[in-house]
C-alpha cells in the first residue's frame, strides 16, 4: 500500500532533513532534478585524504520520498570511499528506506544518489581518472 | 431528451474498468484530462475488427480489405459529423494531438513561415502546442510573440490584439486549458487572427471530449485531438483543416499511401487526406474512435458538457472547503471539466500518491504545462478531471481522501 | 524442439479470424506481407488493457498508471531482446516503418545531410524508404544514388561499392523485398558503407514477420519495422537506433514526455528514447506488440523462417506449373516468404477479386513499389504471402483459384 | 458474389471494346490514370453543332472492369449533350453495368466517366464558360 511510504521517520526526514545546508570548502559538488516531478537536490561532499566522504550537505525541493530519501543517503555515505558510494544501487536505497517504493515514485527515491554519483564522476574526470 | 442529465449508473455500467478495486477500494478514476476510459462499445469495436475482419485497407480487393476499407472511411466520415467538417476529406487520421500539431508546423509551417514571419501562441499552452512552434521558429528563423493569459479572468482580446500584424502568419491556442479548466475564445481569436491574415490552429485535446465541436462556427483553420482523451483508443488522433489549405500544403511523412506517381528519384502526391497519411494507417484505432464517437453522440454533447461542468464546479466548490488548497483557474461557474489544486506544501506527487491509497486516481504535475506552472510559482498541481462516468460520489471520495493525505502530512 | 516444423493446426486455433469464411469459402488469407492476422493472445492483451488498467503511462502516479506504464516500458524490453538490441532505450516506439524511416530522414537527415551528399538506396525500395529520402535530398539538396538490384540474383556488392565515396552520408535498404521475396545481404552492406562513414538504414518491415533479427549482427545504424505485418496491432512499430546515433539526434516531433525542460520560447529535450516519443505513446499497440513478439518467440523465430521459406518455394513452384503464370524474384530455393506473379494478360485486380471468390485473400497492384513495377514492364501484379498459420492446403486453394480464374478469362 | 462482376458480355467488351481507337478532329481529348491499380483511359470526343457527342473513342489500359465500362460508356453517351453527361453519376455507370460492382473496385468501374466528365470540364474551362 502507497500509504506505508509514508511512515512517521520518513516524514520527520522530509520535515527536518538530517545534513541539510552547505560546506565551507567542498571536494564535489553537484544538483539535478527530476524533470517529471520538479524534484531538486543539491549535494556537497567534503573528502578526506583517503578519498572517503568526511563531510557531507544536501538542499532540496520536492516530494517527501526524495528530501527524504537523499537525507537518510547523507546519513549512511559519512565515512565511505568513493569506490563505495558508486557501487550503491537502488537496491541499497530502498533497503534503507524500509518502505515500499511504487514503481512510479522509484525516480523520487533515488534522485539523491543519482546526483551524488554524477557528482562523483564529475570529480573523477575533472581529476583525470 | 437534451435537457435531461445523464443517467450515470447506466453509463458506469458501459464502462468495464469502472468493476475493478484499486487498493481494495472502488476506483474512482478522476485523470480524465490525461486519458478516458473506454466504453465496451470501443473495445468490443476493436476485437471485432481483429477477429474478423483485419486487413490492410485501400490497396487490396479482397473481402477482408474492402471490409476494413469500409469501417476506415466511415469512421473518417463518423469523425466528419462530430466536427460539422464541411467534408470527410478534412479529417486526417494521426497518432494523436501531438502528431496533428506536428503535421501542422511541419507541413505547413516550413512551407508558409519565413524568417521575420511571427507565430503567436499563449503562455498557458500545453508542451504540445508549444514545442513544435519553437521548433518550427528556429527552423525557419521566425519569431515568436507570446500572449499571456489571466488564470481566473481568461484571455483578454486586448492582449490577442496588441501582438497582431501582418507579420503574423499562425496564432495557436488551447480551445480548452488542461490545467486551469479555462475555455478561450476561439471564434473570437479566429475572427481577429484571419484579420490580419493568420491561419488559426485550434488545440482541442480537452474540449472535445468535453463539448460540442463545431469548425465551421469556431472558424479555425486546423484543430487537433486525441482519441484516447475522447474514449477513443490510444494511438489515434485528429487533424481537422480546411480543405484549401490542405490542398495547398506539400507532404508531412513520405511513404505508401500519400503518393500519386513514385519515381526513382522523384515523386507526386494524392490528394488530401489520403497526402497526410502515408504508410499503413491506424485502422483499428480509426475504428475505435469512430465507436467512441457513435457513443458520445448517443449521449448527446450538449449533456455531456453540462454533466462535465457541473462536476468540476461542484469539486471546485467542495475543496475550496478543504483547510489549506488552492485552486488554480477560472470560477466555478466558468469552469470547463477539471480542477487543479494543491494543498498547504505538500507536494503534489505526495497528495496524489495518498489519495490514491484510497481508490482515487488524479494526476500530479506540470500537466505538460512547464511555463504555466512557472508562472503560478509551484512545480506541480495535483489535478481531477471528469468524466461522463464521474458523479457526486466520486467527488466525495476525492474530498474524503484529500482530507486524510492532510492527516497523514500534520500528524 | 527447434528442429520441430510448426505446428499448424495447434498454431491456427491461436488465431480467431481463421474460423471465418468468406464467400461461403474457409478463408485463405495470404495477404499477410499486407498485414497479418493476430492471434488470440494479441487481441486479450489489448482487451486486458482497456478493461483493467487503461492510464496514461509515465507522468501519474496512481495506480493504474502504474501498471500501465510497467506493461509499457517491459513491452519496451521484450522488443529489445527480440531484436538483440544492446539496451532497451534503444527501441523508439513509432506508429510503423514508415513514421520510423521519416523519423530517421528527418530528425537524423536534416542533422547530418547537407547539400552536395549523397543518400543511397535501392530500386526495389517499398515507397516508404523512397519517399523520405526524396523529400529529404529536395529539403537540403543532396543528391540520390539508386543501386540496381537483380530481381533473380540480388544485389552485385560491386554495384554498391561503384556507388560508395566520402560523400555518402547514409545507405537504407529493404531487408527482404516485398515483392521480390529477395533477401539483400544486409550484413555486408553496412560493412561497406560503414568505411565510407555512412549511416546504414534497414527497411526491416518483411523480415522481421519471417525470420530472427539480431541488430548487432547485421551492424546497421537504424532498423525499422511495423507491429501490424509483426502479428501486432496497428498503429504502432519500431525504430531501432544505436544508443549513440539516437543521443546525437536533435528531436523530431516536439510535444508532452520527450522534453527535459519547457520554456515559453525555448526548450531542453530528455534522452533517447523519450525525446523520438512526443505526446501520448500508443500504450495500447507497444503493448499488443509485446505481445505478438512473446508469441513468436514462443513458436521460435528459426521456426517460423523455415515455415515461411518453405511454403513460398512450393507456391511458387506450383504456380509455375499453371499456365501463363510469370514468377517474379529469385528462384525457389532463395526465395523469403512471398511470390509475386502475373497470369497471362489478365490484369492482378481481376485476378485478386477472382481468387477472392473462392475465399482466397491475395494481394494486387504495384505493392507501394512503383519503380520495381516499372522495371519489370508490369503495372500491377499479383502476390501471396505466408505467415505462421498458412499450409499447404492454402497453396492448393490457391492454385486451384488461379486455375479457375484463368477459365474465366478464357471461356 | 465478385465473380460476377466477370459475366461474359463484361468481357466481350474487355476484349473487344467498342468505340475503340482515336478520332481525326477531336474536341475533347482527355486521359487520365487510377494510381492504385495503374489503370489508364484516353478520350477523344467530336461535338455536334448542338454540344452533342456526335462521336467518342478511347484507349486504354488495366483491368477488365475499368476498360468494360468505358467500352460501355462511349456507347451510352452518344447522342447526349454535354450537360447531361456532367450529370451523369456512379450509379448510372453500375446499371448499365449490371454486375455488383465490390465497394474497392468502383474506381476501376468509374475511371471512364471520371476522364470523360473531367474533359468535358476542361473543353468548357478552355472555352470559358
Ligand atoms: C518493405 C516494406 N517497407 C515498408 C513498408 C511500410 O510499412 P507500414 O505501411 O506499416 O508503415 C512495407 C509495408 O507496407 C513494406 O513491405
Ligand atoms: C491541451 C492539450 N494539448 C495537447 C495534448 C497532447 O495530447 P496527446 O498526448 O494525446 O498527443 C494534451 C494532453 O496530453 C492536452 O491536454
Known sequence: MTADMYREYILQHYRSPRNYGRLENPDIVHEDDNPLCGDQVHIEVALDDQDRVADIRFQGKGCAISQASTSILTDKVKGKTLEEIKALTKDDVFQWLRIPISPMRVKCAVLGLMVLQAGIHHYEARRGR | ?411
Open chain 2, 1 to 411: 431528451m437534451r435537457g435531461m442529465p445523464v443517467d450515470i449508473e447506466a453509463v458506469r455500467r458501459d464502462f468495464p474498468i469502472l468493476a475493478r478495486q484499486v487498493h481494495g477500494k472502488r476506483l474512482v478514476y478522476l485523470d480524465n484530462a490525461a486519458t478516458t476510459q473506454k466504453p465496451a462499445a470501443v473495445i468490443e469495436a476493436l476485437d471485432r475488427y481483429y477477429r474478423n475482419y483485419n486487413a490492410n485497407v485501400h490497396r487490396s480487393v479482397h473481402k477482408l480489405a474492402e471490409e476494413a476499407t469500409l469501417a476506415y472511411e466511415s469512421a473518417r466520415q463518423e469523425v466528419a459529423r462530430f466536427l460539422n467538417a464541411a467534408r470527410p476529406e478534412e479529417v486526417v487520421f494521426t497518432s494523436g494531438t501531438t502528431e496533428a500539431l506536428n503535421l501542422v508546423a511541419y507541413a505547413w509551417g516550413r512551407a508558409n513561415v519565413r524568417a521575420g514571419d511571427a507565430i503567436v501562441y499563449t503562455d498557458i499552452e500545453h508542451h504540445s502546442n508549444l514545442v513544435p512552434w519553437q521548433l518550427l521558429a528556429e527552423a525557419v528563423g521566425a519569431e515568436i510573440r507570446v500572449v499571456e493569459v489571466d488564470p481566473e479572468a481568461g484571455l483578454d482580446l486586448d492582449r490577442l490584439e496588441a501582438v497582431l500584424d501582418e507579420r503574423v502568419r499562425l496564432v495557436t491556442l488551447p480551445h480548452i486549458s488542461n490545467v486551469l479548466g479555462l475555455e478561450l475564445p476561439v471564434a473570437e481569436v479566429a475572427r481577429r487572427a484571419h484579420q490580419v491574415g493568420a491561419v488559426v490552429v485550434v488545440d482541442a485535446a480537452q474540449s472535445a471530449p468535453q463539448q460540442p465541436i463545431d469548425v465551421q462556427a469556431l472558424g479555425c483553420d486546423f484543430l487537433a485531438l486525441s482519441g484516447h482523451k475522447l474514449y477513443g483508443p490510444t494511438g489515434i488522433g485528429v487533424l481537422w483543416g480546411r480543405y484549401e489549405l490542405l490542398a495547398a500544403m506539400p507532404p508531412f511523412l513520405g511513404g505508401g499511401e500519400m503518393i500519386r506517381r513514385v519515381g526513382l528519384t522523384r515523386s507526386t502526391f494524392a490528394d488530401p487526406p489520403a497526402r497526410f497519411e502515408a504508410g499503413t494507417p491506424k485502422i483499428a484505432g480509426a475504428i475505435g474512435l469512430g465507436a467512441a464517437v457513435e457513443y458520445l453522440e448517443g449521449l448527446g454533447m450538449d449533456r455531456v458538457a453540462a454533466h462535465d461542468r457541473a462536476l468540476a464546479a461542484q469539486a471546485h466548490e467542495a475543496l475550496l472547503e478543504v483547510p489549506g488548497v488552492t485552486v488554480y483557474g477560472p470560477p466555478p461557474d466558468r469552469r470547463a471539466g477539471l480542477v487543479a489544486f494543491s494543498l498547504d506544501d505538500i507536494h503534489a506527487h505526495d497528495l496524489a500518491s495518498l489519495v490514491d491509497t484510497e481508490g482515487v486516481a488524479i494526476r500530479a504535475g506540470h500537466h505538460c504545462c512547464m511555463p504555466l506552472h512557472d508562472r503560478l510559482g509551484v512545480p506541480a498541481t495535483a489535478r481531477a478531471s471528469f468524466a461522463v462516468y464521474n458523479g457526486p460520489d466520486d467527488i466525495e471520495a476525492l474530498v474524503r481522501a484529500v482530507h486524510a493525505a492532510r492527516k497523514v502530512f500534520n500528524r
